[in-house]
């Protein structure tokens, strides 16, 4: 069964370091990965998608990379932000599952003090 | 541009009671699904369909029903609720197929059982 974890629950850091943030899934059989963005009390915002044959997305400050074989997924931060506080998701979609079943981690709450 | 629209945004049931969250979506997406997020579980696949008429069971769909009528709407009833579904329900709707589906998830409906 597939299982998808995120290391640390939980980061503070100070405005303006760059930062990354872990995710690691057990099946490498796996379609795509996901990184998403979730404020309090609201929905999911995509970032950044990575498909199994890419190694790396980047979207502005940030870049997402995969690594198949070893079932792991970083979402590097460069000059972080307060606006960047918020709680980030990774999800895998299985190879065997259809178009949106999706297994999520449990996030990792990000807080940038200015 | 309304995306996905969830109602409603808040709820409170007391056990026992029936209620139905709405979803709808305007972009003419085939798939749509419902999750749950729970404290420190992650975001967990309740339902899902791949277009109107068709729907699945995912992760944990007990206490849950669904149905898809049109492409636009989709459902989740809960006939007798028990404290153990108070949570935060998210519908996320995309295309079909293959490719880079990006899900689209609505602001949530937080749900609580007394």
């Known amino acids: 069964k597939q299982e998808v974890t995120q290391i640390p629950a939980a980061l503070s850091v100070p405005e303006g370091e760059n930062l990354v943030l872990n995710c690691s899934f057990t099946d490498s059989a796996i379609y795509n990965l996901q990184w998403f963005r979730q404020d309090p009390g609201k929905g999911l915002t995509s970032l950044l998608l990575?498909?199994?044959?890419?190694r790396e997305q980047t979207s502005g400050r940030l870049n997402a990379s995969l690594d198949k074989s070893s079932g792991r997924s970083t979402l590097y931060i460069a000059a972080s932000q307060p606006g960047d506080s918020a709680t980030y998701l990774c999800a895998v979609r299985p190879s065997s599952s259809n178009t949106g079943k999706l297994i999520f981690g449990q996030g990792t709450t990000l807080q940038v003090k200015p | 541009n309304a995306g996905v629209t969830q109602t409603p945004k808040f709820q409170v049931l007391k056990t026992g009671q029936s209620m139905t969250l709405q979803c709808a979506q305007d972009?003419?997406?085939?798939?749509m699904s419902w999750y749950r997020q729970d404290p420190g579980m992650g975001l967990r696949l309740i339902h899902y369909?791949?277009?109107?008429?068709?729907?699945d069971q995912g992760e944990v769909p007990n206490g849950y029903n669904v149905s898809r009528s049109t492409t636009e709407d989709f459902p989740l009833r809960l006939l007798s609720a028990a404290p153990s579904q108070t949570s935060v329900y998210f519908c996320a709707s995309t295309t079909a197929g293959g490719g880079a589906n990006v899900l689209t998830f609505g602001a949530g409906s937080r749900l609580t059982v007394l």
């Open positions: 990575i498909q199994s044959s890419q």
């Open positions: 369909s791949v277009g109107a008429g068709i729907t």
């Open positions: 972009m003419n997406h085939e798939y």
